[in-house]
């Protein structure tokens, strides 16, 4: 069974930093894209990055380019998004996502961050 | 970026009757490998997102029949047959043809 299991959210303050990670099993996570997508409270969706198999490619929404670092640990079956300069229109539950826009099979149950003073 | 637009916003619908979503995009979704990237997805009531159909019409693995996704270039439309208690929720469609991927506004069913 695939399950994608995020942890790291939080309350930071403005300009904070905060690294979500999101642990994967039942998949070959080697073998998949990744991405991570986020929902602010009470919105619709937004796809925020996500990383090829390898870790060689990695594509950002503008909103976060700069900001934020996707990466990924295939030893480890795990992905990570670092999030820097934080500012309170990156209020969001961020979910884990199998694969990239053509795939986007499985979602993880989120992770909520909240930015705030 | 492609602006999805979703229409109805909101669908009430008697239980058993047909139920139909609109997806428009502001550009064609025929991606240069042949293939229409737009998906479905459905979010229950504090659950995460659900994928329901995958390049326009094909079912996910265990989605009932009763859903059913068509439509080409950039008008496209999920149907759902009979509508049951468990259809509520908000329904997305996403492109992933061109970046940045980009999802419509959701479209919120309730039972009337």
């Known amino acids: 069974e695939v399950q994608l299991v995020e942890s790291g959210g939080g309350l930071v303050q403005p300009g904070g930093s905060l690294r979500l990670s999101c642990a994967a099993s039942?998949?070959?996570?080697?073998?998949?894209?990744m991405t991570w997508v986020r929902q602010a409270p009470g919105k619709g969706l937004e796809w925020v990055a996500h990383?090829?198999?390898?870790?060689?490619?990695?594509y950002y929404v503008d909103s976060v380019k700069g900001r934020f670092t996707i990466s990924r640990d295939n030893a480890k079956n795990s992905l990570y998004l670092q999030m820097n300069s934080l500012r309170a229109e990156d209020t969001a539950v961020y979910y884990c996502?199998?694969?990239?826009?053509?795939?986007?099979?499985?979602w993880g149950q989120g992770t909520l961050v909240t930015v705030s003073s | 970026d492609v602006v999805m637009t979703q229409s109805p916003l909101s669908l009430p619908v008697t239980l058993g009757q047909p139920a139909s979503i609109s997806c428009r995009s502001s550009?064609?979704?025929?991606?240069?490998?042949?293939?229409?990237?737009l998906h479905w997805f459905h979010q229950r009531p504090g659950q995460s997102p659900r994928r329901l159909i995958y390049?326009?019409?094909n079912r996910d693995s265990g989605v009932p029949d009763r859903f059913s996704g068509s439509g080409s270039g950039t008008d496209f439309t999920l149907k759902i047959s009979r509508v049951e208690a468990e259809d509520v929720g908000v329904y997305y469609c996403?492109?992933?043809?061109?970046?940045?991927?980009?999802f419509g506004q959701g479209t919120k069913l309730e039972i009337k």
């Open positions: 996502v199998r694969g990239g826009g053509f795939t986007s099979d499985y």
């Open positions: 039942g998949f070959t996570f080697s073998n998949y894209w």
């Open positions: 990383i090829k198999k390898d870790g060689s490619e990695k």
């Open positions: 550009q064609s979704l025929v991606h240069s490998d042949g293939n229409t990237h």
């Open positions: 390049k326009v019409s």
């Open positions: 996403m492109q992933a043809t061109h970046w940045p991927y980009t």
